[in-house]
């Protein structure tokens, strides 16, 4: 056994999978939280100080600053709570808009019909497109942003549980109550939803990657927000006018966090997934 | 792009400049706005019955001769018989009274309002007939190049416009370049160069360009100004193109515009509120930042090279004095939170600007952060204009301004004209302004200066703006290129450098 990962040596090396898992769930979570609250606190709008402007990384400035003389890493982290909220916001938003679907569908053969042919529809426009298009639809802003990526990424997760729904449907505990005289309501309630809920959960959590990189996206085309105020896109996109310029932090840093928090949430979901899914735990 | 530089002839230019750095909607016509821009510049390809020169004193192009009625009503022009369109036909008073005319009815360009219409007497004679006093009027005849009457076309002329100016049109490649050639017939002063390549570019790209050696002559953001680059030089030239924030001189009792927009701000409709940020606000730090530097501090709206300019009767960066002003006026923080009360109204409004003019993020974000000093909140807002229109005259709004014609001051302040499209977006509404301008028009236009001088004084006395100054334009230029600088024209709000391209010339022609 010398081959032992990392992860399984030294200080938690006593732990068991369960624990471990539970551990990076926690602390991916906790790193979050903080870019989160930390980036709430922080006041709205950024000083300028063009005394300051456009200098590289320091000790002062450990991102460096930008043309109006405002700290990159007050404002990187600022861009990210705001995805991390917007990330949040629309993949609860679109999870619940799955879970609807995915009962409605369940009802009879034309809503299921109905739903399906919802998600084709919807899974064949591309979601850049249909994200710049209903963002515009509810009047741009961080509110457009939100809905417009809710709206564009319950595809996935209702097709999944569709599929789901579909399943249990057919077990023999639902026909049993359905000669009992349950409404469709009832089982809904009490069998199909607590079987579905680990789904949903992970499911929630595996949108939010593509919401936040959704979310930066549009932010860089420009729909949204004003180019004043701190979305990771807003800054990408403001650093390629200073690239020419040699100035690579303005790019660089904003870019690598966005990328690891993106990376942090796709830890948490996997690490969800394989709790909440014990036949996966061994993959 | 690749490394090292294109080779060309040194009797061709490469450049990347265009008015506003953007490519002209409808091609190159001047019924939809080409050559014009707050106010005329070189449309290149067409002539243009006047000019302006290197003093802003006008001189002939088409005209020969000018004749103005004594209640400024009627415009007689003569004009040259011997300029050929660049199709072989004859450039006659007819194809200039339909210019005028089709520009006036388009709308797009000039704003020929206090025209009638234009009539052609005989082959060389064109009367602007007026329909009310306006000596400002001789302004606009620098304003339309001409195009011939016989096979205008409004949908296709743009494409392949027919003039008779120093340059032809050989190529235009929507998005990326036009070319130009020299036109073998042009009547006036033959410029040096006998190809003209201009490129579009984004600002990142154009100072790509410019590091690539692949051009002459490059128009540069004011961010990339501190840069060097070997084998080009900087130049950057004082314009009459000037920011200010608009502050709504009304209180907010829901009045609506004729559009159907809200008028007025129970904020800025506080004179205190106006005069306190105006001499509260220290513009020569927010210069050094929104311009780099490059720019002139302006406290009146009104830029120094004109001859209405007047001094400022305030000075700024009086916090102290600010705050007393505002006090005086019941403004106080009740609160706590550093931001001024009165009568349970909060000292706060918003300031759009158009997210892509960076200049104008920076004054905004830049005046936002100086008014919390003086206790005033401003939310700085960015969007597009269909994003500003809805609150242009109910909120502040950083506008760009600058025209050598002293019309403008009509445009910025007149009551009459208050909250119609751009104009009096503040709803200044000043008698005296009013009766002044009035009588300007009816002045000798050199005689007028003064008057209109006195209209904008009395204007800035109400506050109805926080200029801030005008900007510089910046230009990265071939240590092999002579844009002879002595001779530049005026730079108007969206003005181009094409002006005085007769003087170019490549003074050293191995070096590229």
């Known amino acids: 056994m010398s081959e032992l990962p990392w992860y399984n040596r030294g200080l938690f090396s006593n732990l068991n999978l369960r624990q471990k898992t539970i551990l990076t769930i926690a602390l991916t979570g906790l790193i979050l939280l903080i870019i989160f609250i930390s980036g709430l606190l922080t006041n709205a709008n950024l000083p300028t100080d063009f005394s300051i402007k456009m200098q590289p990384p320091s000790f002062q400035h450990l991102f460096g600053t930008d043309w109006m003389g405002r700290d990159m890493f007050t404002r990187t982290i600022k861009g990210l709570s705001l995805s991390i909220m917007i990330g949040l916001v629309s993949s609860i938003l679109s999870s619940i808009i799955a879970t609807i679907l995915a009962f409605i569908a369940s009802t009879n053969k034309f809503c299921d019909e109905f739903v399906s042919w919802l998600i084709d529809l919807f899974a064949s426009i591309p979601h850049i497109l249909l994200i710049m298009m209903i963002s515009i639809g509810f009047g741009k802003g961080a509110f457009g942003v939100m809905m417009a990526v809710a709206f564009s990424h319950w595809v996935n997760l209702t097709r999944v549980l569709r599929a789901e729904v579909l399943q249990i449907n057919t077990s023999e505990y639902v026909a049993l109550s359905k000669r009992f005289g349950k409404s469709k309501l009832w089982i809904a309630k009490e069998h199909i939803l607590p079987l579905v809920l680990s789904q949903i959960f992970v499911g929630t959590l595996l949108v939010f990657p593509h919401a936040i990189m959704h979310e930066s996206s549009v932010t860089f085309l420009g729909f949204g927000l004003s180019p004043h105020e701190p979305a990771i896109g807003i800054i990408l996109s403001e650093s390629m006018t200073y690239l020419a310029m040699g100035a690579w932090w303005l790019a660089f840093f904003p870019g690598l966090a966005l990328l690891i928090v993106v990376l942090l949430f796709d830890i948490i979901g996997d690490n969800l997934k394989r709790l909440f899914d014990p036949s996966e735990a061994n993959n | ?512």
Request: charged share 20%; net charge negative.
């Open chain 2, 1 to 512: 792009m690749g490394g090292g530089s294109t080779e060309h002839a040194p009797n061709e230019l490469v450049a990347c400049v265009a008015a506003h750095g953007e490519e002209p909607e409808y091609g190159f016509d001047p019924m939809h706005g080409w050559g014009y821009h707050d106010s005329g510049t070189e449309p290149l390809i067409q002539s243009t019955i006047l000019k302006r020169d290197a003093n802003n004193t006008f001189v002939n192009d088409l005209a020969t001769n000018y004749t103005i009625s004594d209640d400024y009503k009627t415009y007689t022009v003569e004009i040259r018989d011997d300029v050929k369109f660049s199709d072989g036909s004859q450039l006659t008073a007819g194809d200039v009274a339909f210019s005028y005319n089709t520009a006036k009815e388009f709308g797009e360009g000039a704003d020929l309002s206090s025209m009638n219409n234009a009539t052609a007497e005989g082959d060389t004679t064109v009367v602007f007939h007026l329909n009310k006093s306006d000596s400002t009027f001789i302004n606009k005849l620098t304003d339309v190049g001409i195009v011939p009457e016989a096979n205008y076309n409004n949908e296709t002329y743009g494409q392949n416009p027919i003039g008779s100016g120093p340059y032809k049109l050989a190529q235009w490649d929507k998005g990326q370049q036009f070319i130009l050639e020299k036109n073998p017939d042009y009547y006036g002063q033959e410029p040096y160069f006998d190809k003209i390549t201009n490129l579009f570019l984004d600002p990142d790209a154009a100072f790509a360009a410019v590091k690539n050696g692949d051009v002459d002559i490059a128009e540069v953001q004011l961010a990339y100004a501190n840069e060097t680059v070997p084998g080009y030089h900087l130049e950057y030239f004082d314009s009459i193109d000037v920011r200010g924030i608009s502050l709504p001189t009304q209180m907010n009792t829901g009045k609506v515009s004729e559009d159907n927009i809200t008028i007025g701000n129970d904020v800025t409709g506080d004179p205190a509120i106006r005069e306190a940020l105006n001499i509260g606000i220290n513009r020569e730090e927010l210069l050094e930042g929104a311009f780099n530097g490059f720019g002139n501090v302006s406290y009146n709206g009104v830029a120094s090279q004109l001859p209405w300019a007047f001094d400022s009767t305030f000075e700024d960066g009086k916090v102290d004095e600010a705050k007393a002003i505002l006090a005086e006026a019941g403004w106080n923080d009740t609160d706590g939170d550093g931001i001024l009360e009165k009568n349970g109204t909060k000292a706060s409004f918003s300031v759009y600007y158009n997210s892509k003019a960076t200049e104008r993020q920076a004054i905004a974000v830049a005046v936002s952060e100086q008014a919390k000093e003086l206790g005033i909140e401003i939310t700085p807002v960015g969007g597009s204009w269909d994003d500003i229109d809805p609150n242009k005259y109910s909120q502040g709004v950083v506008w760009g301004f600058g025209s050598a014609d002293p019309y403008e001051i009509e445009h910025q302040y007149d009551s009459r004209v208050a909250c119609v499209g751009y104009d009096n977006p503040e709803a200044l509404n000043d008698s005296s302004v009013d009766s002044l301008i009035d009588s300007a028009m009816v002045q000798d236009v050199n005689g007028s200066y003064s008057t209109w001088s006195q209209a904008a004084q009395q204007a800035t006395s109400n506050y109805p703006f926080l200029w801030v100054g005008t900007v510089d334009y910046a230009y990265f230029v071939s240590d092999s290129l002579d844009i002879s600088n002595s001779t530049h024209l005026i730079y108007p709000h969206g003005g181009d450098i094409w002006g005085n391209i007769y003087d170019w010339a490549r003074i050293n022609a191995t070096a590229k």
